[in-house]
């Protein structure tokens, strides 16, 4: 096992598995299974309770992005993976010019102004009515109960709080929430939402018309525009989750799906697909042959993002194409196995941001993948009074100003996203459970866990705990003209950072503490009939079996 400074064991179980960066989440999923629910309705209670406890991270005022693989003994649909895309608009009065007359140059990163409609309950509703065995206000209670009893903050979550500090102190509800007397909450203290729990309670009885078209609703929307924004009811009344077939890809005898656009899933389906025909399993794992072939697979795939993803629904663009087996055959050529490529990024999309990924499988092969967010960490800092609701930012960090860029802001348009999250089959069944955090490099920790496990014969907790790279930049607008550099975690071999720097890569550390990525996994083992979970020690959660 590569050498690092965590350690963690595998965890077991036969008829369920969590991992979450939520301890208290994994534990209300996993009494969900103990009183007979299935992996959905787990994962729904997983869901609303992280939207609570991980408060910087993910909530209402957020996104969700979900990936479902229903067992075999489903009476319906026994192994089918089914995709819920839940990301909101912009507001019906958002346009560059308004923007631009009153003297920004870019999109406003926090307040109103860089919110879009939170798609997270839609997600909720849609998953429950077509997975769930559970009432809906059933599952929703732990949720409910931590915002309204309180609950001890984590060491993650009360260093997001201090870091957030002057941000969040802009905005009154915010800082009487996170900030009382003016001192950001700590570690070990006890947050107490009651606002939250009455906003859940109203959505455990009226569902997502409660948050999107009723008296929910019109207070939400009448708090972003007391505050200054653009909002109308309709923006909100008019969000629909979208319910997909997901995209995929053939890897190494596995199925890879990912989350399709609005979502980033496709990057990872495009650097597999760059990848399959270089003999990755005779290298090293973390060799600079191997990682140089990566970085170079992932130069081509974000320059592919950057110069041509959108919403999809506004605007044409082949990202059917770039997922394709042809179109990586014929991009390939551009990878030279023994030194650096020129090819770089172009025309800045989305930064990087905060965000939360857990998973859920149960006996019956049932499996959940499910990342959410609200971009930044606790979004555009703004809370609607009386609601307990932080706001994402996600209009902030994903629209452009630039005349020609592919995500403009415009009225009830889409900004493409960072948020993705994979599922793997093999031979008709669930495989592995995956994905992360960590914005602009979630699909390159993807690929790292995957290629470590189908490629390297990593177990699960290894190939979580390897020490990771990342080829920066990616797609943040502010540091998309900086030079390429590849990015090392500590404890990546000292050969392996020569080997790079004689084959033309920048190499950098990554300074100690800093830890994108805090990656949840679950591997089904069918030969012995159970589960494995690996939770990311870079993050404060756990992996929780039954």
Same mark, same amino acid.
């Given at each position: 096992m590569?050498?690092?400074?965590?350690a963690?064991?595998?965890?077991?179980g036969?008829?369920g598995?969590?991992?979450?960066?939520?301890?208290?989440?994994a534990?209300?999923?996993?009494?969900?299974?103990?009183?007979?629910?299935?992996?959905?309705?787990?994962?729904?209670?997983?869901?609303?309770?992280?939207?609570?406890?991980?408060?910087?991270?993910?909530g209402?005022?957020?996104?969700?992005?979900?990936?479902?693989?229903?067992?075999?003994?489903?009476p319906? &649909?026994?192994?089918?993976?089914?995709?819920?895309?839940?990301?909101?608009?912009?507001?019906?009065?958002?346009?560059?010019?308004?923007y631009w =007359?009153?003297?920004?140059?870019?999109?406003?990163?926090?307040?109103?102004?860089?919110?879009?409609?939170? +798609?997270?309950?839609?997600?909720?509703?849609?998953?429950?009515?077509?997975f769930c065995?559970?009432?809906?206000?059933?599952?929703?209670?732990?949720?409910?109960a931590y915002?309204?009893?309180?609950?001890?903050?984590?060491?993650?979550?009360?260093?997001?709080?201090?870091?957030?500090?002057?941000? !969040?102190?802009?905005?009154?509800?915010?800082?009487?929430?996170?900030?009382?007397?003016?001192s950001?909450?700590?570690?070990?203290?006890?947050?107490?939402? @009651?606002?939250?729990?009455?906003?859940?309670?109203?959505?455990?009885q009226?569902?997502?018309?409660?948050?999107?078209?009723?008296?929910?609703?019109?207070?939400?929307?009448?708090?972003?525009?007391?505050?200054? %924004?653009?909002?109308?009811?309709?923006?909100?009344?008019?969000?629909?989750?979208?319910?997909?077939?997901?995209?995929?890809?053939?890897?190494? +005898?596995?199925?890879?799906?990912?989350t399709?656009?609005p979502?980033?899933?496709?990057?990872?389906?495009?650097?597999?697909?760059?990848?399959?025909?270089?003999?990755?399993?005779?290298?090293?794992?973390?060799?600079?042959?191997?990682?140089?072939?990566?970085?170079?697979?992932?130069?081509?795939?974000?320059?592919?993002?950057?110069? *041509?993803?959108?919403?999809? *629904?506004?605007?044409?663009?082949?990202? &059917?194409?770039?997922?394709?087996?042809?179109?990586?055959?014929?991009?390939?050529?551009?990878i030279?196995?023994?030194?650096? &490529?020129?090819?770089?990024?172009r025309?800045?999309?989305e930064?990087? $941001?905060?965000?939360?990924?857990?998973?859920?499988?149960?006996?019956?092969?049932?499996?959940?993948?499910?990342?959410?967010? !609200?971009? =930044?960490?606790?979004?555009?800092?703004f809370?609607?009074?009386?609601?307990?609701?932080?706001? =994402?930012?996600?209009? +902030?960090?994903?629209?452009?100003?630039?005349?020609?860029?592919?995500?403009?802001?415009?009225? %009830? @348009?889409?900004?493409?996203?960072?948020?993705n999250?994979?599922?793997?089959? @093999?031979?008709?069944?669930?495989?592995?459970?995956?994905?992360?955090?960590?914005?602009?490099?979630?699909?390159?920790?993807?690929l790292?866990?995957?290629?470590?496990?189908?490629?390297?014969?990593?177990?699960?907790?290894?190939?979580v705990?390897?020490?990771?790279?990342?080829?920066?930049?990616?797609?943040?607008?502010?540091?998309?003209?900086?030079?390429?550099?590849?990015?090392?975690?500590?404890?990546?071999p000292?050969?392996?950072?020569?080997?790079?720097e004689?084959?033309?890569? @920048?190499?950098?550390?990554?300074?100690? $503490?800093?830890?994108?990525?805090?990656?949840?996994?679950?591997?089904?083992?069918?030969?012995?009939?159970?589960?494995?979970?690996?939770?990311?020690?870079?993050?404060? +959660?756990?992996?929780?079996?039954?």
């Amino acid at each position: 096992m590569p050498v690092t400074e965590f350690a963690r064991q595998v965890v077991y179980g036969k008829r369920g598995m969590i991992c979450s960066n939520s301890p208290l989440a994994a534990t209300a999923g996993l009494k969900v299974l103990q009183q007979g629910g299935n992996a959905f309705d787990a994962a729904l209670a997983v869901a609303a309770v992280e939207t609570v406890t991980l408060v910087p991270l993910c909530g209402l005022g957020g996104d969700s992005f979900i990936l479902f693989h229903q067992g075999a003994n489903s009476p319906s &649909s026994g192994g089918k993976v089914t995709g819920i895309n839940s990301s909101g608009v912009a507001a019906g009065k958002a346009t560059s010019d308004y923007y631009w =007359n009153q003297g920004f140059k870019t999109m406003p990163l926090e307040g109103p102004h860089a919110v879009a409609v939170p +798609g997270e309950v839609a997600a909720w509703e849609q998953m429950h009515q077509r997975f769930c065995t559970l009432p809906f206000a059933e599952l929703l209670e732990p949720a409910i109960a931590y915002a309204q009893e309180g609950f001890p903050i984590s060491p993650g979550i009360g260093a997001n709080v201090a870091a957030s500090a002057a941000k !969040l102190a802009q905005f009154p509800a915010s800082a009487a929430l996170l900030l009382p007397n003016g001192s950001p909450l700590a570690e070990g203290d006890t947050l107490i939402n @009651k606002d939250l729990a009455e906003s859940l309670r109203l959505v455990a009885q009226g569902g997502a018309r409660e948050f999107y078209r009723g008296d929910l609703a019109k207070r939400l929307v009448h708090g972003l525009r007391d505050g200054g %924004g653009l909002f109308e009811d309709a923006a909100f009344s008019d969000h629909r989750a979208d319910v997909y077939h997901p995209i995929a890809t053939t890897y190494r +005898g596995h199925t890879v799906y990912q989350t399709q656009p609005p979502s980033q899933g496709f990057l990872l389906v495009e650097m597999l697909n760059l990848l399959e025909s270089f003999p990755l399993s005779s290298m090293e794992h973390n060799s600079p042959e191997a990682i140089h072939l990566m970085v170079e697979a992932k130069k081509i795939a974000y320059a592919d993002r950057n110069r *041509l993803a959108a919403d999809p *629904l506004l605007s044409q663009w082949p990202w &059917s194409e770039l997922i394709s087996k042809p179109y990586a055959k014929g991009r390939r050529s551009e990878i030279d196995p023994a030194k650096v &490529s020129s090819t770089s990024p172009r025309q800045p999309v989305e930064a990087d $941001g905060d965000t939360t990924y857990f998973c859920v499988a149960d006996g019956d092969g049932n499996a959940v993948s499910w990342v959410h967010s !609200l971009s =930044n960490a606790f979004g555009s800092g703004f809370v609607a009074p009386g609601t307990g609701i932080m706001f =994402n930012n996600r209009a +902030g960090r994903g629209f452009s100003l630039e005349p020609d860029h592919p995500n403009i802001i415009a009225p %009830g @348009k889409r900004t493409m996203h960072t948020l993705n999250c994979y599922l793997t089959t @093999k031979d008709g069944q669930p495989a592995i459970v995956g994905g992360t955090p960590g914005g602009d490099i979630q699909p390159q920790i993807g690929l790292q866990i995957l290629t470590g496990m189908l490629d390297f014969g990593l177990g699960p907790q290894e190939a979580v705990e390897a020490p990771r790279w990342w080829s920066f930049p990616g797609t943040d607008p502010a540091s998309i003209n900086t030079p390429m550099e590849v990015r090392v975690e500590p404890g990546m071999p000292e050969e392996t950072i020569r080997g790079l720097e004689a084959m033309g890569h @920048k190499v950098s550390p990554r300074r100690p $503490g800093v830890y994108d990525g805090k990656t949840q996994l679950i591997v089904f083992d069918h030969q012995r009939s159970v589960l494995i979970g690996a939770s990311d020690p870079r993050g404060d +959660g756990q992996a929780a079996a039954l």
